[in-house]
């Protein structure tokens, strides 16, 4: 069965509205607008003409797109649109425990672009063999950290897959100010740039409580909290506490697990470092006008309406 895209309806709606319009003159709309079971009747016939006009022959879409099928059409706008417009490219800060877990794959549902965390792409590129996966696992064998042009150039690489022809959105890059700029430098050699940063704020002295009691699922990087977010499964013992065998994945049954520095101790370190780093890439990014901040200190449907609103084109 054929799914309209998100390209595909765009091209559509500039057909196929001004052909309902053009089948009622403004005194008929008059007319029938005085009489309420006629205006229904206007609304009913205006859809039935839009409906024709999208899907006349046998799928075929002749008026609209020539001889083109409806797989060709859609297919050809989608290409248009990767080729013409720009990418939404987006970066998503947040310090530990802010939300990013469990928003950020809410943003990649809603735009239908790729989430895309460094980490995974690092060892994606080292377990595929890519060149610059090879460069990378060599400095891990040898105990030293990845440079900031190799990470450059697996983002090079993984931003070149077809899901990402329409944007993407960065999570835990770039961390520090040189790397906010090798990454401006790489998209500028592609005619790209970053479209939008959105910064997750939450007190530091909120964090704790959400760190400390934070479970996640490996695989899929699903997250879980044992106060707000628990799994169906969770089971707390005679002190309140999460019993750990009963901390299971909703989707998979998989047992979840908490990250070593997901401590007290070392959300300090965490926080200082995320503070220091990111002030800097927010400043270089806000002279352009697309950061933008959310108040991540509040239920869950507050967050998500703060980020639909830092989303649009006009925020």
């Not at 797109?65 to 947040?94: H, Q």
């Not at 549902?109 to 460094?118: A, H, K, R, W, Y």
């Not at 697996?154 to 961390?175: H, N």
Request: glycine fraction near 8%; charge should be positive.
């Amino acid at each position: 069965m054929f799914t309209p895209t998100a390209a595909f309806r765009t091209a559509t709606r500039r057909v196929i509205v001004p052909t309902a319009r053009r089948s009622f003159s403004a005194a008929a709309v008059t007319k029938i607008a005085k009489n309420d079971n006629a205006r229904k009747a206007l609304i009913a016939t205006a859809g039935a003409v839009a409906a024709m006009a999208a899907f006349q022959q046998d799928s075929k879409t002749y008026n609209l797109f020539g001889s083109k099928s409806t797989a060709e059409a859609v297919k050809a706008t989608e290409e248009k649109f990767a080729s013409y417009w720009p990418r939404n490219i987006m970066i998503l800060f947040g310090p530990p425990g802010a939300g990013k877990g469990t928003h950020g794959p809410k943003i990649e549902d809603l735009l239908n672009i790729p989430q895309l965390s460094t980490g995974d792409m690092l060892r994606a590129a080292v377990s595929a063999g890519t060149e610059v996966g090879k460069k990378a696992e060599a400095v891990m064998k040898a105990g030293g950290l990845v440079s900031d042009d190799i990470v450059i150039g697996i983002i090079r690489d993984r931003i070149k897959e077809a899901d990402c022809k329409f944007g993407f959105i960065l999570d835990g890059f770039p961390r520090t100010l040189p790397q906010a700029k090798a990454l401006d430098k790489m998209l500028a050699s592609e005619g790209a740039r970053v479209t939008k940063v959105i910064e997750l704020e939450v007190p530091d002295s909120v964090l704790e409580e959400r760190i400390t009691g934070r479970w996640i699922h490996k695989k899929s990087g699903r997250s879980y909290h044992v106060k707000y977010a628990p799994p169906k499964t969770m089971k707390v013992d005679g002190s309140g506490k999460p019993v750990p065998d009963s901390m299971k994945d909703d989707e998979t049954g998989e047992a979840l697990m908490q990250r070593k520095d997901d401590t007290s101790a070392a959300l300090v370190k965490r926080l200082q470092g995320y503070h220091g780093e990111t002030v800097p890439i927010l400043e270089h990014y806000r002279p352009d006008g697309i950061v933008r901040a959310v108040n991540a200190n509040q239920g869950m449907d507050g967050v998500w309406k703060e980020i639909l609103g830092a989303l649009k084109r006009s925020a």
